[in-house]
């Protein structure tokens, strides 16, 4: 089954993510600290901050690529994550392009489309969803380059392109403009809005983005140092800083303004604590303590799943080896 499953009257289905309490320890160190929020479909999402203030490890907890360390609960539409289920809906671009070289854009984009849709599709569907996703990733006049010879701005589009194919719901991204010039920045950041408008729950790192990207974002959940120091609409934060007495000065990008804030240990203390108030008050509001989370940790299930596993194996080993014994 594909994702076009996922789609009602021609229409994708949004799809929510809440996550509350998520925690992540890796050696001995604390590098979440129980934070909560919620990304929602049809908007493009900013994972703030600083470097090495979480933005990696929360996204990838929340596309399910960390299996050991994590703790706390992740719903999707508010159920609680079923990862294998999340998998088939979402897509994950990591931070380094990993594309052949000497291979073509139509040669990888063709072979993407094989693997991921293979024979559910005929070959006349399959070629007018390649045109499709590379229109819309505006890669219609290189489709003969080898990728070695695109620009920046092509290969980290090519490899949103390649994860577009089977139309995923759920895309995340880490540092997709990382290395880009400020022109292929926007436009890369322009495309993943399009693909948001469309109905897709997009969400991506990024290490502090110009005035005019960062107003490319409906929201962003800005990290310091694990925890969460803002989450909330982009326009909205400007009249907040102002309200709680730390107001952005004019023709100063936010995203830089929070980020010198919370070098202030007060300032961030306090920035932690109002959004750890605001995110509480929605939380009460949107109540899923009716649901036994039994994903709550997912790398102590798939732990537990491992053991018994192992233990199983040996048991029938053993079997196997005294039968062997036996007949000798
Ligand atoms: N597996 C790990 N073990 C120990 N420390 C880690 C591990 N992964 C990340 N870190 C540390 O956690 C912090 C946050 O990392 P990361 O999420 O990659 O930050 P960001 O993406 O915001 O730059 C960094 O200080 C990093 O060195
Ligand atoms: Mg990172």
């Known amino acids: 089954m594909t994702v076009a499953a996922e789609t009602e009257n021609g229409k994708l289905k949004c799809v929510d993510i809440h996550f509350s309490e998520l925690s992540f320890h890796a050696n001995k160190k604390c590098l979440l600290h ?21 933005k990696s490890t929360l996204l990838n907890i929340l596309a399910g690529q960390v299996h050991f360390g994590a703790s706390g609960n992740i719903y999707i539409n508010g159920e609680p994550r079923n990862n294998k289920l999340f998998h088939k809906i979402s897509s994950y671009i990591m931070q380094d392009d990993m594309v052949q070289p000497r291979l073509t854009v139509r040669e990888l ?70 290395g880009l010039d400020d022109v292929s920045t926007k436009q890369c950041i322009s495309l993943l809005k399009s693909l948001a408008e469309k109905g897709k729950t997009i969400i991506c790192t990024i290490h502090q983005p110009s005035n005019t990207v960062f107003e490319l974002f409906d929201q962003v959940y800005f990290l310091s ?47 932690k604590n109002q959004s750890d108030k605001e995110i509480r008050i929605k939380d009460h509001n949107r109540n899923y303590s009716q649901y036994a989370n039994p994903y709550a940790m997912d790398g102590v299930t798939n732990y ?25």
């Open 34 to 54: 129980g934070i909560s929020g919620e990304f929602l479909g049809g908007q493009l999402t900013g994972i703030l901050g600083a470097s090495g203030a979480g």
């Open 109 to 178: 984009i063709s072979s993407a489309t094989e693997l991921k849709l293979g024979s559910h599709y005929t070959q006349r569907a399959k070629d007018l969803i390649i045109e499709d996703v590379l229109s819309s990733m505006r890669l219609e006049n290189c489709i003969d380059t080898r990728t070695e010879h695109l620009s920046g701005g092509q290969r980290k589009r090519l490899c949103i392109a390649l994860e577009l194919v089977n139309n995923p719901p759920v895309v995340f991204l880490d540092e997709p403009t990382t």
């Open 225 to 271: 140092e694990g925890n969460c120091v803002f989450s909330g609409s982009t326009e909205s934060i400007v009249p907040y800083l102002a309200g709680l007495g730390m107001p952005c000065p004019d023709f100063y990008s936010p995203a830089d303004y929070l980020i010198e804030l919370v070098q202030n240990e007060k300032c961030a203390v306090s920035l």
């Open 304 to 328: 537990v799943y491992a053991v018994t596993f192992w233990k199983l194996l040996e048991t029938v080993l053993d079997i196997i080896q005294k039968k062997i014994t036996t007949n000798q």
